[in-house]
């Protein structure tokens, strides 16, 4: 009898930690994964590169990088780097911080506001969710005060 209350508790146990496996296992998925990992993102960034380029409100500040293809690459590659980095990506954002970046340019809060409006038709046209969208915008949002001088 002593026996069967054992091996009844024990098969419990094992039945309890099959139950809680799956509940372990769902561990919430970083931003990066949802916005589908670096393939993702590097599209995003070309998308968003040329709205920006297109963009007469904003496009005099790119004109030096619109120029020179390496430059270009190069904003291209810091970019991805930043946001992979920001949404719990595997990199290191290797550029400069946001002040140093773009101190002197004179980025106005509403230079500011038309780039994530390009941000946001670059996402919209890969069709990325409305949670992952908010939740990247929130990643960046507070580096505004960092970038916008005026
Ligand atoms: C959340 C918003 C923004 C983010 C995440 C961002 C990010 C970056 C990054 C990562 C760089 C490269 C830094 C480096 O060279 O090490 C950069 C450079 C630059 N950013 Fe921004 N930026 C933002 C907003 C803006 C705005 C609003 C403007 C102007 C309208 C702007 C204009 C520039 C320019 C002109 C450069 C230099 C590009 C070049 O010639 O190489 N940025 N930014």
């Given at each position: 009898?002593?026996?069967?209350i ?41 998308e ?67 780039l ?35």
């Amino acid at each position: 009898m002593t026996r069967m209350i054992r091996n009844w508790t024990s098969w419990t146990a094992v039945a309890a930690v099959l139950t809680l496996l799956p509940v372990a296992e769902a561990k919430e998925k970083t931003l990066y994964e949802r916005l589908g990992g670096k393939k993702a993102i590097t599209a995003v960034v070309d998308e968003f590169a040329g709205r920006v380029a297109a963009d007469t409100r904003i496009n005099r500040y790119f004109a030096a990088a619109a120029a020179d293809p390496k430059r270009l690459a190069s904003f291209k590659m810091k970019l991805v780097g930043q946001i992979c980095q920001a949404s719990g990506g595997p990199c290191n954002y290797t550029g400069k911080d946001m002040k140093t970046a773009h101190m002197g340019m004179g980025v106005t809060s509403a230079d500011f506001n038309a780039l994530v409006e390009d941000l946001v038709g670059a996402l919209d046209k890969f069709k990325v969710g409305e949670k992952e969208k908010s939740d990247l915008l929130g990643a960046l949002g507070p580096m505004k005060s960092d970038i916008v001088e005026k």
